[in-house]
């Protein structure tokens, strides 16, 4: 007898996170600090955001879903966090170790919304880490701070509901005297039900990412990959042929799963009823990226140079959409802040471009023309790759609620996804403690194969954000970030927003306040 997934709902998911955050809160004593928990941190900020038509792109971009298309709105956020306690004295720290995250965000205005990015309980044994509910991920290797998002998993929606179990961080392999490490992760999702057409969907995700190089080391090699799949799921009637179909339903039985994970061809059994021809090919949305990077000491400065190669069908195993990917080069500056008016941190430059996807024809026969990937939409899954109306991957592969109506789309899914991007992000101080930060980008935006935008509109979009400490409430910090898009492919317009943050630890009941981290723009 085969057992649904299905049976195991997000509900279920979030009940057992909050049963855990409950339990683990009431041990957060005085008692128990003394045996050295982990300290548990608040934060919470106001803001509003204004604009004067759709918002900035880089205002809502890779913000994790927490900043609406529509303005103006007021926004709330608040949470508590506790991360694994730090080595002591002598350099050792815990085997077994626990941590929790509950950030909660609240929209007033044209948009209300009441949302969640992060809500999860963690624990780790050693080098192992299980987590379940949600987490602020981006995966891949990019620079993760100034970056115009990784292909596949860019922080640009809300964070899925996950079980996760893995290395969170880089970890020595034995007998390599740590000239080796890896890390890595295996998941288990769940999509939303709201407001998405084909429902009930699961996530599959895994990645494993390695090191050759001691973090002491002038200069490390970085390479792995993440594999992404949505299966499973029902669509209402009448929505999806009989021939990629069975009444709508897809195929999400437990028996299925294991070529899901490993991505097998030809399952398309025709005296199963629950698959069509189309699983021949594959179960589910196959979707992800194959990582190269490498970074050295130069002196004052760190070079990180990476190489992201996309895959979303055949076509990188054909070698034929080789000229699809994300480049980037990051400069960070590894000198001490001494007394410099300005001092710049950092500076990243990306290219991004996605419009070969194998060529412009599909011929399944013929290797060399198996093209039109079509990347972040499959003919099953016809939300795309989204969760929330919101791209999951790189936000510059755009839905058709984010672009200018008048543009030739076919929606759901994503109506742009061949693009040539170029992407520019700095980080300055200013007289030591004003934070600036600026993010500009300039793209050619070309629709889909079956549905091309005739002129490939450009689109420009920045954002500058300063941030200073104030004196206000025992210490805040004081944000703003002006964003403007002008082009065609989103609506022009300009946006502001304005926040005040507060963060501090929590301890024995009181708040102590230790702000110094900056606004989520």
Known sequence: MQAALSKVSTPTVYTVLFSFLCYFSSLTNGKLQAQNVPVNHYHFEVGSLLSTDQTPFWLRANQYGIVPLKGPVVRLQGGVRADYRAADSTGRRPKVDWGYVLDAVANVGVTNQLLLPEAHIKG?????????????????????????????????????????????????????????????????????????????????????????????????????????????????????????????????????????????????????????????????????????????????????????????????????????????????????????????????????????????????????????????????????????????????????????????????????NRVSAVHVGAAALVSGSIQVTTRLSLSRNFGLYSLPYPDAPTQFSGVVTIALPVSAFGGTVLSSSLGVDVGGLLPNSVGVYVGLRKTGLLTQGRAMATDKQLSTH
Do not use: C, M
């Open 124 to 416: 780790r044994i050693g080098a192992f880490e299980l987590y379940v509910g949600r987490k602020r991920e981006i995966i891949g290797l990019v620079d993760t701070l100034l970056t115009s998002g990784a292909y596949a998993w860019s922080g640009n929606a809300l964070p899925i509901p996950k079980i996760q179990f893995g290395l969170y961080q880089y970890t020595a392999v034995p007998f390599t005297k740590g000239i080796v490490s890896i890390l890595g992760a295996y998941a288990h999702g769940w999509f939303e039900n709201n407001g998405r057409i084909v429902q009930n969907s699961f996530l599959h995700q895994k990645y494993a990412y390695g090191r050759l190089g001691k973090p002491s080391w002038p200069f490390r090699l970085y390479a792995g990959f993440n594999h992404e799949v949505v299966w499973a799921g029902q669509a209402p009637p009448g929505v999806l042929s009989d021939l990629i179909s069975v009444n709508g339903r897809l195929p999400s039985l437990l028996k299925y799963y294991p070529a899901v994970v490993f991505g097998l061809r030809g399952q398309g059994d025709r005296s199963d009823p629950n698959v069509t021809s189309l699983e021949d090919n594959r179960i589910g949305n196959h979707l992800g990226s194959i990582d190269l990077g490498a970074d050295v000491n130069l002196r004052n400065w760190n070079l990180y140079a990476y190489r992201q190669f996309l895959y979303d069908d055949g076509s990188l195993f054909y070698g034929t959409n080789l000229a699809d990917g994300l480049n980037g080069i990051r400069l960070k500056n590894r000198r001490k802040l001494a007394g410099e008016s300005f001092f710049l941190q950092q500076l990243t430059v990306e290219y991004l471009y996605t419009k070969s996807q194998g060529g412009s024809e599909f011929v399944i026969e013929d290797p060399e023309r198996r093209g039109q990937d079509n990347y972040f939409n499959q003919g099953q899954f016809i939300d795309g790759w989204t969760y929330y109306g919101r791209t999951i991957g790189t936000p510059f592969l755009a839905p058709a609620t984010e672009v200018r109506s008048l543009l030739p789309q076919q929606p759901p899914g994503i109506v742009n």
